[in-house]
């Protein structure tokens, strides 16, 4: 295959950093290396130095050394806050030279909810894209935290490219009820690796029909209007049937509900990634049946891309934003320059470098993101991807804001986006459906190969699926 | 162009096995000779899970079937079913050669080989391609394009393909009790051929053959097939909720659902019971009708509305002129075709096999449905076997007979 690179030499250097920050963020990044995520630099950036230390990462920005003095920012997102603006030369330059950041973030803490828009505002500086991946706590960490994770998520969204929010509580379709706490963390910081690496691979993979930044903010495209929220599944498989198994894989994900929350998206991305033993066949098998699952409507944003080292495997990746029950025209805006505006609140003078003149800005910025994507990345692309995850993936209730909302100034974003945040997240609180509790009662089908439709077992009586009273 | 000749059906139902020996005559009817079955075993959900097993069952249908019609069987049109079985629709297309503008009957091989050029997942061989309509050059509606002038064909066929190894299995199990495997039908396709005419195929129709282990259906539009597959649910599991509900094993459950069963709520006096008696190895129960009936409906709905959904993926429900056809052991449930009505929104018959003539207990039992059915599919495929040069042209003909 020819590949006519526009600029070749830096076709191989596409500098991905992958930023932790805070106790969740740093949690990401051990499980991001565990897993294995090469060609990328990992850096962790906390305001509790014990924290810090206790991670595997090797570069590591402790952030607030007068402001905490080591301590974590204790909850308080203006601590984090502060600490942060006195860490932001080191943030600088452990960002130097990036091309893309990947933001990894808990919110609703004092560190990562204070300093994710300053980090993201930094990363914007060196001109780099920026995908920020967000966990909301869990319902039980109270509502004080969740607000506070969605004022920042709201801020978050105003600086970065594209916000991939996971909802930690929608985790608990993909962990079995009686796991312990930890395991239910665990889970979520692995569904955040995974979308990392899935969304890192599909950016840089070697494309036949190539995927790229663009596609990705249009499948997005949405995400930020209220009652949206994001699709996300992956799926490896192999064998003689691993294009079907690769996208029921996929499709397993807590957060596709099997498929049928594509049913309503405007724009599904798919890309299907194998080794070069993949055929023409298989595709068409794989995009067929998925088919199934979305409306005629629906735009399909279809990438394929031959990667050796995923040998006799298929992967599939599936993303897309699902709308609230108004489909409001959603329209494109320009990402607003580098940054035009931030709550005024929020914004020290000690932030100078951060707005020059925001038009020139636009232009430069569009220029230089544009093409980004499209430079084909070291030659062997996701290696990290393993089937054993596949299993698990998807998960994660994504909720990107591909584009940036307001270009003008906007003073106040706070309020009205804790509304907005309140009513999507009661948008996605309808949609959890009750977790089955199996019950062992199958009589006679008990070894026969189990009905599966929908997620039911239907060898289960039904009046004992339904709840209905037999005496 | 038919002689007077026997056929076989033989349907291996997770139930009962049953072989239909039944007389094709030249005039299109079938006389049914006798009728043979076997309780059956090793057979879960339409498909063969215990092969011995299974084997004696067959072999008992069979000679059962011998003494009965006094018939020699050497070969039979095997039914298969299961939940792995699925049908979806596609177009085939040809470009005439450019030294001739006629369409010849070669080129109607051609078209049914570019239409099964498409992808089924790979353990899964092809079962049937039936035809629906032919396009010449674009143009609609053509019924048989053979002779006609034009420089492309093109055909839309419905497409049946299932997993090969478990079909063969089904096979291999009849070929080794010493039969020959003249075809292997799908199920709902050798049931619509005898449950719906000519008429009610064009006006369009559902056939849905509830049997013990699965529900297959089949949509026939503008008299072809649109639309089918199988659901692996069945009146096995209506006797397993029982037989869990309340408590009772499994043969007994068996005989209250037949015996008792209704799927009609409210339709008992308050604290109706029903008493089953003490016997040996049984403590004896008392049950309430309606319990029994709550459990039967729910399931049975159920069932109803898993189909609906998988019909709704094609929307070809609205067009239904002739309505649905319910057959298969479950349709003797009482007041299925209430509970169809009103899940489906379609006028639903009760059905057994039509247009034939003999055995009448054998065919005005909607259990043997799909059997006698396979005899009226191998006797519309027959002409298929004279060979010459007239054999293309023929085998062509009843393709509209039956699709």
């Not at chain 1, 308080?76 to 600490?83: F, K, L, M, R, S």
């Not at chain 1, 108004?326 to 035009?340: F, L, Q, S, T, Y």
């Not at chain 2, 069979?62 to 177009?91: P, Q």
Request: hydrophobic share 40%; with cysteine; proline share 6%.
């Amino acid at each position: 295959m020819i590949q006519l690179h526009r600029n070749p030499s830096s076709a191989r250097d596409v500098l991905i950093k992958v930023v932790g920050l805070g106790g969740a963020g740093g949690n990401v990044l051990d499980r991001l290396t565990l897993d294995g995520m090469p060609d990328a630099e990992l850096v962790a950036i906390n305001t509790d130095v014990q924290a810090l230390a206790g991670s595997v990462v090797a570069e590591k920005v402790q952030l607030g050394r007068t402001t905490t003095r080591g301590l974590g920012a204790g909850g308080d997102p203006e601590v984090g806050y502060t600490a942060a603006e006195e860490g932001m030369e080191e943030i600088r330059k452990a960002l130097e030279g990036a091309q893309m950041v990947f933001l990894c973030v808990g919110l609703g803490g004092g560190t990562g909810s204070g300093a994710a828009r300053i980090v993201a505002s930094l990363a914007r500086e060196q001109n780099a894209l920026i995908v920020a991946f967000a966990t909301l706590p869990f319902a039980f960490e109270g509502k004080r935290r969740k607000a506070q994770a969605e004022e920042a998520l709201a801020a978050l969204q105003r600086y970065a490219d594209v916000v991939i929010y996971f909802e930690n509580d929608r985790m608990g379709d993909a962990v079995a009820p009686l796991a312990g706490i930890q395991e239910a963390f665990a889970v979520a910081d692995q569904t955040l690796s995974q979308s990392i690496r899935a969304i890192a691979g599909l950016v840089r993979q070697r494309g036949l029909v190539h995927i790229g930044f663009d596609e990705l903010s249009t499948a997005l495209r949405g995400a930020g209007e209220s009652g949206a929220h994001c699709v996300f599944g992956y799926g490896v498989a192999d064998g003689d049937n691993r294009a079907h198994e690769a996208l029921a894989r996929a499709l397993k994900s807590p957060l596709m509900d099997k498929g049928r929350m594509l049913e309503d998206a405007r724009n599904v991305l798919v890309n299907v990634a194998g080794g070069p033993g993949m055929t023409l066949n298989e595709v068409q098998i794989l995009m067929e049946e998925l088919n199934r699952h979305i409306s005629d409507q629906t735009r399909l944003l279809f990438g394929a891309a031959v990667d050796p080292a995923l040998g006799g495997k298929m992967s599939v990746t599936i993303l897309s934003a699902v709308e609230g029950a108004v489909p409001a025209a959603i329209e494109v805006r320009p990402r607003p320059a580098a940054r035009v505006e931030t709550s005024p609140a929020s914004v020290p003078p000690s932030a100078p470098p951060r707005l020059p003149e925001p038009a020139p800005a636009l232009h430069v910025v569009e220029r230089e993101r544009e093409p980004e994507p499209a430079f084909i990345p070291a030659p062997e692309p996701v290696p990290e991807f393993r089937p054993v995850e596949a299993e698990l993936i998807a998960a994660a209730v994504p909720e990107p804001a591909p584009l940036i909302t307001e270009p003008e100034p906007e003073p106040e974003p706070a309020a009205p986006a804790v509304a907005k945040q309140a009513a999507r997240a009661k948008a996605v609180q309808a949609k959890q459906e009750q977790m089955q509790f199996e019950p062992a009662t199958r009589g006679r089908f008990e070894k026969s190969e189990p009905t599966i439709v929908d997620g039911q077992d239907l060898d289960v009586p039904t009046f004992l699926r339904r709840n209905v009273k037999v005496k | 162009m038919g002689r007077d000749q026997i056929v076989v059906g033989l349907e291996i139902g997770t139930s009962k096995v049953c072989a239909v020996v039944g007389e094709t005559r030249g005039d299109g009817t079938i006389r049914i000779l006798g009728v043979g079955q076997a309780p059956s075993r090793g057979v879960r959900k339409g498909e063969i899970v215990d092969f011995e097993t299974a084997g004696k069952c067959i072999r008992e249908a069979l000679v059962d079937a011998e003494e009965k019609s006094d018939v020699m069987i050497g070969s039979v049109y095997l039914g298969v079913t299961g939940s792995h079985i699925a049908g979806f629709n596609n177009r085939g297309a040809v470009n005439i050669p450019e030294d001739r503008d006629e369409i010849f009957d070669e080129d109607f091989e051609d078209v049914q080989a570019s239409a099964r050029e498409v992808s089924i997942p790979a353990p899964n061989a092809f079962v049937h391609s039936l035809l629906q309509h032919y396009y010449v050059d674009g143009q609609d509606g053509v019924l048989n394009p053979i002779g006609m002038c034009g420089r492309k064909l093109e055909a839309d066929f419905h497409i049946i393909h299932g997993v090969a190894s478990r079909i063969k299995n089904s096979q291999r199990c009849v070929k080794e009790v010493g039969l020959v495997v003249l075809d292997v039908v799908f199920n709902p396709l050798a049931a619509a051929q005898v449950v719906l005419d000519q008429n009610q195929k064009s006006l369009g129709a559902l056939v849905v053959d509830m049997g013990g282990g699965t529900m297959d259906y089949i949509v026939y539009v503008d008299g072809a097939v649109k639309q089918s597959g199988a659901l692996a649910i069945g009146g096995d599991h209506i006797t397993n909720d029982i037989s869990l509900g309340l408590r009772i094993p499994m043969a007994k459950a068996e005989r209250l659902k037949v015996e008792e069963g209704s799927v009609i709520l409210g339709n008992s006096r308050p604290g109706e019971a029903i008493v089953l008696k003490d016997e040996t190895g049984f403590a004896g129960k008392t049950i309430e009708r309606e319990m029994l009936n709550t459990i039967i409906h729910c399931r049975v709905r159920e069932s109803f509305e898993l189909l609906k959904k998988r019909l709704d993926e094609e929307n070809y429900l609205q067009f239904l002129g002739a309505g649905m056809m319910l057959t298969g052991g479950c349709s003797l449930l009482k007041g299925i075709n209430h509970l169809a009505e009103e899940v489906f929104g379609l006028p639903v018959h009760v059905s057994h096999a039509q247009t034939v003539s003999g055995l009448t207990s054998a065919f005005e039992n909607p259990q043997f449905t799909t059997a006698i059915g396979l005899i009226k599919y191998a006797e519309a495929m027959q002409p298929a076997q004279p060979i010459g040069l007239l054999q293309g042209i023929i085998r062509k003909l009843p393709f509209f007979g039956l699709w």
